[in-house]
């Protein structure tokens, strides 16, 4: 047996997990949607980022691709869509043929 944190956890205690990358992602937009950033402002969103995280420079098109998708996310079910795939495919079946698709929307949605 390998001796890990996860596998000594019943020595050692509770082991807290680390975040994994969508976590943070996740986190970072339910900060930036709380504090009035939009996924469609891509300016307002690089200037948030620098104000509130801490990275390399190389990084920064990363964070605003993974924070600005799970901002996107948040505002499509907002408007009562599963996530923002689901919104992007339902507008699309609307412009192409004019009509929905037949996914449904999440629960309590519009």
């Given at each position: 047996?390998?001796?890990?944190p996860?596998n000594?956890?019943?020595?050692?205690?509770?082991?807290k997990?680390k975040?994994?990358?969508?976590?943070?992602?996740?986190?970072?937009?339910?900060?930036a949607?709380k504090?009035?950033?939009?996924?469609?402002n891509?300016?307002?969103l690089?200037?948030?980022?620098?104000?509130?995280?801490?990275?390399d420079?190389?990084?920064?098109?990363?964070?605003?691709?993974?924070?600005?998708?799970?901002l996107?996310?948040?505002?499509?079910?907002?408007?009562?869509?599963?996530n923002?795939?689901?919104?992007?495919?339902?507008n699309?079946?609307?412009?192409?043929?004019?009509?929905?698709?037949n996914?449904?929307?999440?629960?309590?949605?519009?």
């Amino acid at each position: 047996m390998n001796h890990t944190p996860e596998n000594d956890a019943h020595l050692y205690g509770a082991v807290k997990k680390k975040p994994d990358l969508a976590d943070i992602y996740n986190a970072a937009a339910a900060k930036a949607h709380k504090d009035g950033i939009g996924a469609g402002n891509e300016p307002e969103l690089v200037r948030w980022i620098y104000q509130n995280c801490r990275f390399d420079d190389d990084k920064l098109f990363f964070l605003v691709l993974g924070i600005g998708c799970a901002l996107a996310d948040i505002e499509a079910r907002e408007r009562g869509y599963e996530n923002g795939i689901h919104e992007a495919f339902h507008n699309a079946a609307m412009r192409i043929y004019g009509r929905t698709t037949n996914l449904p929307r999440a629960e309590g949605g519009a």
